[in-house]
């Protein structure tokens, strides 16, 4: 969609991840930079987030 959003552990709850809207720029060998919505060192999930997603959108249509 037109809104990028990222996953993070919440610390102390295994199991339980909040969502957070980003921003994020251009790929670039692959990557891309995150202008705004982390700090630096914040861990983000980077496997299974497909699963989060559907259960995110399943909780709040507003997520697309």
Known sequence: ???QFV???IKDAEGRFSLRQVRI???VNGFH???EGLKSAEEVVTDGSFILKSEAIRQNPDVR
């Open 7 to 9: 996953f993070l552990p």
């Open 25 to 27: 720029g251009p790929a």
């Open 33 to 35: 930079a995150v202008f």
């Open 1 to 3: 969609g037109e809104r």
